[in-house]
């Protein structure tokens, strides 16, 4: 039996007004769309200065704004290039990875929350397959596509919610399958400004290997049947 909280079906969840929930999940990704493109990203300067402000609690504040940010489409990997180059490799990257998961996490519970019912809804036997696939085999899919840097964070987190992925899996493969491109991101924004510099040349290169991977991975992947 499943003891998955999210997972859970509550008495009486299943009603005529199915299309409620995946009506508010709409507006509320059209909202955090509109903020986006309205509102973006603050410049570095503005975000140093706002965290210098904050003084030791500048740290959790940026994790804060990374949190809110990354439920939008707002790129993820700016902010992270920014905290590498507002705390240095280490608290950059703990800032980082504390923000990206609080909003894994929310996206993930609003996604499942509110999206999950219309998808079991829907008649496709593949669907079901790939399912069944994502519950059993759930944590490595997970690890697989965090792994890949050109693939979009902030998507990820609400596609995954919407798959019969295990909750645990999901924030287990999250917190492993971003730390490289997180620290690869971070050290960009580290050692930026000596751009010849080992950590920059192996930051960057750790991306290219990353993406290249799972480009081939996911070709391959493709090709084979969902059992």
Do not use: H, Q
């Not at 703990?94 to 929310?106: D, E, F, H, I, P």
């Not at 050109?150 to 992925?165: R, W």
Request: with cysteine; hydrophobic share 55%.
């Amino acid at each position: 039996m499943d003891d998955d909280p999210l997972d859970d079906d509550p008495a009486g969840a299943r009603t005529d007004r199915w299309w409620i929930r995946p009506l508010v999940l709409v507006a509320l990704l059209g909202i955090g769309v509109a903020v986006a493109v309205s509102v973006g990203i603050p410049p570095v300067e503005d975000i140093r200065a706002w965290v210098g402000a904050a003084g030791w609690a500048g740290p959790v504040a940026f994790a804060g704004l990374y949190a809110v940010l990354a439920l939008t489409p707002a790129p993820a990997t700016v902010l992270s290039i920014a905290a590498g180059v507002l705390f240095g490799l280490a608290g950059g990257l703990a800032v980082v990875m504390a923000g990206a998961l609080l909003s894994a996490v929310g996206a993930f519970g609003l996604s499942r929350g509110l999206g999950r019912r219309a998808v079991e809804r829907v008649d496709n036997d593949r669907l079901r397959r790939l399912d069944a696939l994502l519950r059993r085999r759930g944590l490595l899919a997970v690890i697989g596509v965090r792994l890949v840097p050109l693939l979009p964070f902030n998507a990820l987190n609400y596609l995954c919610g919407l798959t019969a992925v295990r909750t645990r899996d999901y924030i287990a493969g999250t917190a492993v399958g971003i730390l490289p491109g997180a620290t690869a991101y971070v050290a960009i924004g580290a050692f930026g400004a000596e751009p010849g510099s080992l950590p920059f040349l192996l930051a960057v290169g750790g991306l290219v290997a990353l993406s290249v991977t799972g480009i081939v991975v996911a070709r391959r992947r493709r090709a084979e049947p969902v059992a």
